[in-house]
């Protein structure tokens, strides 16, 4: 089992920047790909980047981020990152992090474990 928290959602400005943390507990996180997923009111829940496991080499973006999200990760301390800049308005949503088995994944499926969600609102 895997135990994700996020933090570091907010109310920032339209071109402003955030930066959200997922910590893990439990298995060993390096051994999980990690991705961020957001999900708006009324709308279905979308891709926005992921990381492979171990080293993180190999990194995916959703096309609505590319440029202005990065994900990383620290496995020392069991924590992902997304730093957001030049958020838009369209960028406000629930963003929630999940860990998977998978070497990379980019669908939801794909995933094992998921957190409770921060809420990023971005005001224009």
């Known amino acids: 089992q895997v135990q994700l928290v996020e933090s570091g959602g907010g109310l920032v400005q339209a071109g402003g920047s955030l930066r959200l943390s997922c910590a893990a507990s439990?298995?060993?996180?390096?051994?999980?790909?990690t991705g961020w997923f957001r999900q708006a009111p009324g709308k279905e829940r979308e891709f926005v980047a992921a990381?492979?496991?171990?080293?993180?080499?190999?990194?995916f973006y959703a096309d609505s981020v590319k440029g202005r999200f990065t994900i990383s990760r620290d496995n020392a301390k069991n924590t992902v990152y997304l730093q957001m800049n030049s958020l838009k308005p369209e960028d406000t949503a629930v963003y929630y992090c999940?860990?998977?088995?998978?070497?990379?994944?980019?669908?939801?499926?794909?995933?094992?474990?998921w957190g409770q969600g921060t809420q990023v609102t971005v005001s224009s």
């Open positions: 439990g298995r060993t996180f390096s051994n999980y790909a």
């Open positions: 990381k492979s496991w171990s080293g993180g080499a190999v990194t």
């Open positions: 999940a860990a998977s088995g998978k070497v990379l994944a980019r669908r939801g499926y794909e995933y094992d474990y």
